[in-house]
């Protein structure tokens, strides 16, 4: 007797940051990628929303996203699809305080399936000893994020700036931290 496993579905509100988005080569939306002060989402757009996001977004801009929520329990995997996306008028409240005008960059490090098969677990403790080697643990925050969508360029990672990186191996860590986050170094 086999038992097929049902994804739980539930609807999800996400207030956020809009880090960065991915367009097809229609010009229409297909993915959001938010962050709160919790957890980095990618989230989904479902077709109704496509033809008039471009026109609006931009990263950096702060969104309530809607939608609904399918948790994969054979990926131990929560996929996102937005249905509801409003730009918010307010500033999204931060957390984050800096004695001067450096303001905390993030970088993004995939965890889904792909990206954790071809290394990108290294790729995160490379990063945490490169930050630190460098003294910057203070000023640039990594972030783990769930799929982002780049299966194929994985391991997928996005550095300060929104630079995305891919196929990203151990070795290039040191010079991407360099060239992006040279703006934090002393």
Known sequence: MSIALQPLVSEF???GTLENFVV?????????????AQEDYSIEVAKEQKNILGKYLQPGCYLKV????????????????????????????????????????????CQGSSCCQKGSQMIYKTLQ???KAKGITGEVAIKITGCMKQCKQA???????????TRVQPQQISKLVSRHCSYWQE
């Open 13 to 15: 509100t996400i207030t």
């Open 24 to 36: 097809n080569s229609k010009g229409r939306v297909k993915s959001l990628y938010v962050s709160t």
């Open 66 to 109: 809607t939608g609904m929520r399918k948790y994969k329990l054979h990926q131990e995997q929560a996929c996102y699809k937005a249905y509801r996306i409003e730009l918010l008028a307010e500033e999204f409240p931060t957390q984050i305080e800096t004695t001067d005008n450096k303001s905390k960059a993030k970088i993004l490090v």
């Open 129 to 131: 000893t490169e930050l």
């Open 155 to 165: 391991p997928y990672i996005i550095m300060p700036g929104r630079n995305s990186c």
